[in-house]
T-cell receptor, first 116, second 112 residues
Framework: GAVVSQHPSRVICKSGTSVKIECRSL??????MFWYRQFPKQSLMLMAT?????????EQGVEKDKFLINHASLTLSTLTVTSAHPEDSSFYIC????????????FGPGTRLLVL | GNSVTQMEGPVTLSEEAFLTINCTYT??????LFWYVQYPGEGLQLLLK?????DKGSNKGFEATYRKETTSFHLEKGSVQVSDSAVYFC???????????FGTGTQLKVEL
Protein backbone atom coordinates (compact mmCIF):
# COMPACT_ATOMS: atom_id res chain seq x y z
CA GLY A 1 0.00 0.00 0.00
CA ALA A 2 0.92 3.65 -0.21
CA VAL A 3 3.31 5.01 2.41
CA VAL A 4 3.19 8.33 4.18
CA SER A 5 5.98 9.40 6.49
CA GLN A 6 6.19 12.13 9.11
CA HIS A 7 9.20 13.81 10.58
CA PRO A 8 10.03 14.16 13.36
CA SER A 9 8.25 11.37 15.20
CA ARG A 10 8.46 13.31 18.42
CA VAL A 11 9.68 16.75 19.39
CA ILE A 12 10.09 18.65 22.63
CA CYS A 13 10.40 22.41 22.50
CA LYS A 14 10.31 25.44 24.74
CA SER A 15 7.29 27.67 24.96
CA GLY A 16 7.43 30.46 22.38
CA THR A 17 9.41 28.59 19.77
CA SER A 18 8.10 27.37 16.42
CA VAL A 19 8.08 23.76 15.34
CA LYS A 20 7.84 22.38 11.81
CA ILE A 21 6.42 18.95 11.05
CA GLU A 22 6.87 17.36 7.64
CA CYS A 23 4.52 14.96 5.93
CA ARG A 24 5.70 13.11 2.83
CA SER A 25 3.99 10.72 0.45
CA LEU A 26 6.77 8.30 -0.47
CA UNK A 27 5.43 6.40 -3.43
CA UNK A 28 2.56 8.44 -4.84
CA UNK A 29 1.69 12.01 -5.65
CA UNK A 30 -0.62 13.49 -3.05
CA UNK A 31 -3.01 16.02 -4.56
CA UNK A 32 -4.61 16.51 -1.16
CA MET A 33 -3.16 16.30 2.33
CA PHE A 34 -4.95 16.51 5.64
CA TRP A 35 -3.71 17.47 9.08
CA TYR A 36 -5.31 16.04 12.21
CA ARG A 37 -4.76 16.54 15.89
CA GLN A 38 -5.40 13.93 18.54
CA PHE A 39 -5.65 14.46 22.27
CA PRO A 40 -5.26 11.50 24.65
CA LYS A 41 -8.28 9.21 24.56
CA GLN A 42 -10.02 11.45 22.07
CA SER A 43 -10.74 11.12 18.40
CA LEU A 44 -8.70 12.57 15.57
CA MET A 45 -9.86 16.10 14.85
CA LEU A 46 -9.38 17.46 11.34
CA MET A 47 -7.45 20.72 11.45
CA ALA A 48 -7.08 21.59 7.80
CA THR A 49 -7.13 20.33 4.25
CA UNK A 50 -4.49 21.37 1.78
CA UNK A 51 -4.39 20.93 -1.96
CA UNK A 52 -1.08 21.18 -3.75
CA UNK A 53 -0.35 24.72 -4.86
CA UNK A 54 -3.24 26.38 -3.08
CA UNK A 55 -3.96 27.73 0.36
CA UNK A 56 -5.09 25.35 3.05
CA UNK A 57 -8.71 25.22 4.17
CA UNK A 58 -8.93 25.34 7.94
CA GLU A 59 -11.66 23.85 10.08
CA GLN A 60 -13.71 26.09 12.30
CA GLY A 61 -11.85 27.01 15.46
CA VAL A 62 -8.37 26.31 14.08
CA GLU A 63 -6.15 29.39 13.98
CA LYS A 64 -4.53 29.61 10.57
CA ASP A 65 -1.87 32.03 11.81
CA LYS A 66 -1.00 29.61 14.58
CA PHE A 67 -0.86 26.49 12.45
CA LEU A 68 0.80 27.33 9.15
CA ILE A 69 0.37 24.74 6.43
CA ASN A 70 2.39 24.64 3.23
CA HIS A 71 1.71 22.10 0.49
CA ALA A 72 4.35 23.20 -1.98
CA SER A 73 4.80 19.94 -3.86
CA LEU A 74 2.86 16.79 -4.64
CA THR A 75 4.85 14.81 -2.10
CA LEU A 76 5.38 17.22 0.78
CA SER A 77 3.22 19.19 3.18
CA THR A 78 4.47 20.96 6.28
CA LEU A 79 2.69 22.06 9.43
CA THR A 80 4.40 24.78 11.45
CA VAL A 81 3.17 25.40 14.97
CA THR A 82 4.15 29.02 15.58
CA SER A 83 4.96 30.39 19.04
CA ALA A 84 4.07 27.08 20.59
CA HIS A 85 2.55 26.92 24.07
CA PRO A 86 1.96 23.98 26.40
CA GLU A 87 -1.67 23.72 25.27
CA ASP A 88 -0.39 22.94 21.77
CA SER A 89 1.11 19.72 23.08
CA SER A 90 -0.62 16.95 21.19
CA PHE A 91 -0.29 14.18 18.63
CA TYR A 92 -0.35 15.54 15.07
CA ILE A 93 -1.21 13.18 12.22
CA CYS A 94 -1.19 13.81 8.51
CA UNK A 95 -2.84 11.89 5.72
CA UNK A 96 -2.53 12.05 1.97
CA UNK A 97 -4.78 11.24 -0.93
CA UNK A 98 -3.92 10.90 -4.57
CA UNK A 99 -7.04 12.54 -5.98
CA UNK A 100 -9.69 15.03 -4.94
CA UNK A 101 -12.56 12.57 -4.88
CA UNK A 102 -13.27 9.53 -2.76
CA UNK A 103 -9.88 7.86 -2.97
CA UNK A 104 -8.47 6.31 0.18
CA UNK A 105 -6.56 8.51 2.60
CA UNK A 106 -3.18 7.11 3.67
CA PHE A 107 -2.03 8.13 7.12
CA GLY A 108 1.36 8.96 8.52
CA PRO A 109 2.53 7.53 11.87
CA GLY A 110 2.05 10.83 13.68
CA THR A 111 4.26 13.34 15.49
CA ARG A 112 4.20 13.76 19.25
CA LEU A 113 4.72 17.41 20.24
CA LEU A 114 5.50 18.38 23.80
CA VAL A 115 5.82 22.07 24.62
CA LEU A 116 7.47 22.85 27.92
CA GLY B 1 -23.18 17.71 12.93
CA ASN B 2 -21.53 14.37 12.33
CA SER B 3 -20.29 12.23 15.18
CA VAL B 4 -19.06 8.71 15.83
CA THR B 5 -19.33 6.87 19.13
CA GLN B 6 -17.40 3.70 19.80
CA MET B 7 -16.92 1.60 22.88
CA GLU B 8 -14.15 2.53 25.23
CA GLY B 9 -11.26 0.20 25.68
CA PRO B 10 -9.06 -1.43 26.29
CA VAL B 11 -10.70 -4.66 25.22
CA THR B 12 -8.68 -7.67 26.33
CA LEU B 13 -9.37 -11.06 24.78
CA SER B 14 -7.76 -14.43 24.65
CA GLU B 15 -6.55 -15.71 21.30
CA GLU B 16 -9.32 -17.30 19.21
CA ALA B 17 -12.04 -15.41 21.08
CA PHE B 18 -14.87 -13.64 19.26
CA LEU B 19 -14.51 -9.88 18.89
CA THR B 20 -17.14 -7.18 18.70
CA ILE B 21 -16.33 -3.49 18.83
CA ASN B 22 -19.45 -1.36 18.77
CA CYS B 23 -19.74 1.77 16.67
CA THR B 24 -22.75 4.04 16.21
CA TYR B 25 -22.93 7.27 14.27
CA THR B 26 -24.89 10.44 13.73
CA UNK B 27 -24.70 12.03 10.32
CA UNK B 28 -26.53 14.23 7.88
CA UNK B 29 -27.10 12.64 4.53
CA UNK B 30 -25.82 9.22 3.62
CA UNK B 31 -22.34 8.63 4.97
CA UNK B 32 -19.73 6.11 3.98
CA LEU B 33 -18.47 4.16 6.97
CA PHE B 34 -14.97 2.95 7.72
CA TRP B 35 -12.89 1.01 10.17
CA TYR B 36 -9.24 1.99 10.46
CA VAL B 37 -6.59 0.10 12.42
CA GLN B 38 -3.43 1.51 13.95
CA TYR B 39 -0.68 -0.91 14.89
CA PRO B 40 1.94 0.28 17.39
CA GLY B 41 4.29 2.84 15.88
CA GLU B 42 2.46 2.94 12.55
CA GLY B 43 -0.08 5.17 10.84
CA LEU B 44 -3.77 4.41 10.54
CA GLN B 45 -4.58 1.87 7.85
CA LEU B 46 -7.94 1.35 6.22
CA LEU B 47 -9.30 -2.00 7.39
CA LEU B 48 -12.68 -2.06 5.67
CA LYS B 49 -15.46 0.18 4.48
CA UNK B 50 -19.09 0.25 3.40
CA UNK B 51 -20.67 2.94 1.30
CA UNK B 52 -24.39 2.26 1.57
CA UNK B 53 -26.98 0.66 3.79
CA UNK B 54 -26.78 -3.13 4.21
CA ASP B 55 -23.32 -3.26 2.63
CA LYS B 56 -20.86 -5.50 4.43
CA GLY B 57 -17.21 -4.56 4.49
CA SER B 58 -14.72 -7.34 5.13
CA ASN B 59 -10.97 -7.79 5.27
CA LYS B 60 -8.50 -10.06 7.09
CA GLY B 61 -11.36 -11.90 8.80
CA PHE B 62 -12.94 -8.71 10.10
CA GLU B 63 -16.47 -7.75 9.07
CA ALA B 64 -18.84 -4.84 9.61
CA THR B 65 -22.33 -4.29 8.24
CA TYR B 66 -23.77 -0.84 7.55
CA ARG B 67 -27.04 -0.77 9.51
CA LYS B 68 -28.98 2.35 8.67
CA GLU B 69 -31.92 1.49 10.91
CA THR B 70 -29.70 1.36 13.99
CA THR B 71 -27.07 3.79 12.67
CA SER B 72 -24.40 1.25 13.53
CA PHE B 73 -21.29 -0.28 11.99
CA HIS B 74 -20.06 -2.80 14.54
CA LEU B 75 -16.74 -4.52 13.89
CA GLU B 76 -16.59 -8.30 14.33
CA LYS B 77 -14.07 -11.08 13.99
CA GLY B 78 -14.74 -14.70 14.72
CA SER B 79 -11.31 -15.64 16.05
CA VAL B 80 -8.78 -13.02 17.03
CA GLN B 81 -5.02 -13.46 16.99
CA VAL B 82 -2.27 -11.82 19.01
CA SER B 83 -1.29 -9.96 15.84
CA ASP B 84 -4.69 -8.22 15.85
CA SER B 85 -3.64 -6.21 18.91
CA ALA B 86 -3.99 -2.58 17.83
CA VAL B 87 -6.21 0.47 18.14
CA TYR B 88 -9.34 0.40 15.99
CA PHE B 89 -11.06 3.58 14.82
CA CYS B 90 -14.56 3.83 13.40
CA UNK B 91 -15.09 6.74 11.02
CA UNK B 92 -17.59 8.24 8.62
CA UNK B 93 -17.35 10.43 5.56
CA UNK B 94 -20.06 12.54 3.98
CA UNK B 95 -20.32 14.91 1.07
CA UNK B 96 -17.56 15.12 -1.47
CA UNK B 97 -15.19 12.79 0.28
CA UNK B 98 -13.13 15.45 1.94
CA UNK B 99 -13.65 14.99 5.64
CA UNK B 100 -13.44 11.99 7.90
CA UNK B 101 -15.08 12.07 11.32
CA PHE B 102 -13.47 9.62 13.74
CA GLY B 103 -14.50 7.88 16.91
CA THR B 104 -12.15 7.92 19.89
CA GLY B 105 -10.57 4.59 19.06
CA THR B 106 -10.74 1.27 20.89
CA GLN B 107 -7.57 -0.50 21.96
CA LEU B 108 -7.65 -4.26 21.51
CA LYS B 109 -5.23 -6.51 23.37
CA VAL B 110 -5.14 -10.17 22.47
CA GLU B 111 -3.32 -12.51 24.82
CA LEU B 112 -2.18 -16.10 24.42
Amino acid sequence: GAVVSQHPSRVICKSGTSVKIECRSLDFQATTMFWYRQFPKQSLMLMATSNEGSKATYEQGVEKDKFLINHASLTLSTLTVTSAHPEDSSFYICSARAGRGKETQYFGPGTRLLVL
Amino acid sequence: GNSVTQMEGPVTLSEEAFLTINCTYTATGYPSLFWYVQYPGEGLQLLLKATKADDKGSNKGFEATYRKETTSFHLEKGSVQVSDSAVYFCALETGGGNKLTFGTGTQLKVEL
